[in-house]
């Protein structure tokens, strides 16, 4: 098991630190020395060997705690929050070690984690909780594209996923008082709710602005810009919906730059459109 807090022994060097497993389970003394150079190599540790963990950064004592645990060859490794204590860019390096370290042990690993980062760049498959019940389990990328409720649907994805409060009229939405067209596999099956309300959900990245060169029929909401956050390649726009406090993340071109107050239309992909229960958060 690998801690957060990385649990090392101040009084040891990075050496007995990563003996200590083997030396409890009275190894044969040789074998320690190989197996704790083995493991230095793999981590670059090999020069730290004889320093104690108040001489070592967060990054290189994580890296000692994962030696400790690889020195003893398990089954399985049990990680929990093992990056959360590291700086960002610091996390980012361990993050991809750690992903190369398992490709080359192959020792199946169950990661701890509530960064949504790292359990979609490092995981093989996610299971994700909501107090303490399973919501989902899948490979990232399905539980993405493809999320079981609402929670799965928020929680995966930065900005996460946009969640609009609606009513079914029985041929649209009404969206905060904004006509937004209903597609008519959705319409069958929502046909005997008219007058309901519905939680609609849509990914920044299925949304973009409306332009000149747009259809006259794609389905527009407008919104007044709140925030603009450029990020280099990418321009992030949190829009208001009128008359209502929903909020609307809109990932768009770096070259985009609207100005607080400015009046936006934005186009949905109406086939990336998700529909959930408003009360129990179930995908429909």
Known sequence: MVFQNYALYPHMTVAQNIAFGLQMRKVDPKLIQERVMTVARSLSLEHLLDRKPKQLSGGQQQRVALGRAIARQPQVFLLD???SNLDAQLRDDT????KQLHQELGITTIYVTHDQVEAMTLADKIVVLNG????QIGEPQNIYSQPANRMVATFLGNPPMNILPAKFTGHSFDVSGQVLPCPQAVRERLRPAVGQGFDLGIRPEHIKIHSELSTENSPVLEVEVKVVEPLGRETLIRGGL????????????ADVRPHSGERLSLELDL???FVFDSTTGDKL
Do not use: C, F, W
């Not at 303490?132 to 919501?135: A, D, E, N, Y």
């Not at 009128?242 to 071109?253: D, H």
């Open 81 to 83: 929050e093992p990056l």
């Open 95 to 98: 993050r991809a070690e750690l």
């Open 132 to 135: 303490g019940r399973i919501q």
């Open 242 to 253: 009128p008359n209502s406090g929903v909020i609307v993340n809109i990932q768009t071109g």
């Open 271 to 273: 086939d990336k459109l």
